[in-house]
């Protein structure tokens, strides 16, 4: 097969243009633009493409990060309603790379990348089937972070500066941000620390993470020069030039045909609604866990979906206008969907007597909440907004002591510091508490687990010598699974890879979907128990997410930007200020503790169960049906 030479577009975000690439007289539409919610700029872009009449070409793009890109499948749209159209990103189908940063537009004929990142960077390739003909069209997509742009930005507006680290490197440190005034000077930033009146104008979203963008809020005429990001090493990542302009007189935000409660469910006996939400909190489990497993691909990793579900379900009834939509498209339940909060409360009274929930709302002492949220949050979710107090220690030590109370004192530190610029505060904790109904024997022991890398270490283990599980090998997973009964009417599921290799680990997990999770939870109930030998370790995991990293996979970064809350406070547009979820979880026996080191052998002349290498745990509410925890352990 014969690709035409590839061509190199180069990107500068200047001016304001549309342009079209013509060969042959066929006419190939792409768009590129680069917005902030203070400017839009658009990228000019011209070339030549050499037409083949071979079934294939490929063209090679290179663009700026935060530009949004159209690529068209072929070169004229056909009328044909029945072709099919499937886009690949390196060699994944789009769906399964990274859904929210591509959306597809005219049944697939264009797809578009919403903000160009690093992450981006790699081969595009559409396939259109139509009438026994197949035809492929390839995109190279390079991503030139060092290009410079400007940004325009109105004084006293928020602006994001972008800085990506190239995804295929290993995020070390985070970049180093500098800036240079008109008069050539150049100072380092210093991100997060506070100012004298108590504001932090500057802050690095995402720490520790390839996406090194910051947040500069509140900006007057001094903030106008050039920035540039650069990594620990010196290498030029992005250049902004950020030039302000004088602010007009602005509209006064309204919340007006906004301020009404949520809506009322009207359907409160019917199951639909239940099943909905089931359905919806399984797939929203299984794309946390993707968005946690690509950020930690090796570590341990434990989050409670029903918790932060609970958490932005509870945030949902405030939210108005664009920012409802999100949040409902984030938490996979349709729109006007009205009886999520009736279903959530259900939900959470069928799980009682097992999960210990603790959801709640700080919020500054000068807002004023609607009596509306106020009562329904009381109504379906038990939590009563709190005000914050005027000193941060206080603040600080209220809410740790909160999360304690709800947590049986399993979680008692939640929060470091809460600033005093805090508008407001998500906050979520989850603990769980199950007994084994088959009980493990009680002598200490220790035996060798087999880590990702390698190594070897001793942890004390449960044993049972004749233990009654259920246990198959599930093709679709490719992985050996195991269900152990727990008091609660709750399971819990161990998926063992076949190795204690990553690439094993990893196979498993990209097979993990809420169909796949679902099918296979299906067919062990119709397993008979066998009687085996069964090794696990004792674990203790406390794990606690970067939940504003999580936020924004979730498409939720406007919550951190001024979102639309007017059904929680007349205000309406308020910035959310900090996100945290910990979850707590672990695999004991009532009164073993470990003691010396000791070396047992096992006799191997039956089948056995041992999952004394990286495996992967479910924990399931057999009577609700939705998973309250998932995680990973690579090391206990």
Known sequence: MWFPESQMLSVMQTHISKSTIIANKYVLPLWIRSETEEMRSYAVLCALVQLAFELSSCTRLQVVPGSTVDLPCRMF?????????????????????????????????????????????????????????????????????????????????????PCHFPLSTQVNSNALWFRETYAGTSTVLTLGNQSSDGNNRLKLLYPDDHDQTILLRDTVMDDAGIYQCRSEAG????????????????????????????????????HLGEHMLKESMTEFSMKIYSFLRESNPSSNLLFSPISINGMLSHLLLGARGDTRK???????????????????????????????????????????????????????????????????EENTQMINSWVANKTRNQITHLVDFISPATQLILLNAVSFSGQWKVKFDVNPKQELFTTLNGDMVFVPILTHDDYPLEMMYDPALETQVGRFALSGDSSLYILLPPSNTIIDLQRVEEKMTDSSVRQMIEKMKKTRPQYLEVILPQIKLEVQPDMNVLLKNLGL????????????????????????????????????????????????????????????LLLWSDQANVPLFVGRVTNP
């Not at 308020?574 to 996100?579: E, F, I, P, W, Y």
């Open 326 to 392: 999100a949040i409902e498209a984030a938490i996979y339940v349709p729109q006007k969907f009205y009886c999520v909060h009736f279903q959530m409360k259900k939900l959470r009274e069928k799980l009682v007597t097992s999960l210990q929930m603790a959801s709640q709302i700080y919020y500054k002492s000068e807002m004023d909440l609607s009596d509306s949220f106020t009562n329904q949050s009381i109504q379906f979710y038990e939590a009563e907004p709190t005000r914050l107090l005027n000193n941060s």
């Open 557 to 616: 970064s406007s919550l951190f930007e001024g979102a639309n809350l007017c059904g929680l406070s007349p205000e309406g547009m308020l910035v959310l200020d900090d996100a945290r979820h910990k979850a707590f979880l672990t695999l004991t026996e009532q009164g073993v503790e470990a003691a010396a080191a000791t070396s047992l052998s096992f006799s191997r002349t039956r089948n056995s169960f041992s999952a004394m290498r990286p495996f992967i």
């Open 235 to 270: 290498v030029k990542l992005s250049t902004i030039h950020v030039i302000v302009e004088a602010a007009p007189t602005p509209a006064p935000h309204m919340c007006k045909g906004f301020t009404t409660a949520w809506e009322p469910c009207e359907d409160t006996s019917s």
């Open 77 to 161: 749209q056909s009328d044909n309603a029945e072709a099919v159209i499937t886009w690949k990103f390196n060699g994944k189908d789009i769906s399964e790379s990274s859904p929210g940063s591509f959306r597809t537009k005219k049944n697939g004929f264009y797809l578009s990348i919403l903000t160009v990142t690093a992450a981006n960077e790699g081969e595009y390739v559409c396939l259109w089937k139509e009438n026994n003909v197949e035809l492929m069209n390839t995109y190279d997509i390079v991503v030139d972070a060092s290009v410079s742009y400007a940004i325009k930005v109105i004084e006293g507006s928020s602006v994001h500066l």
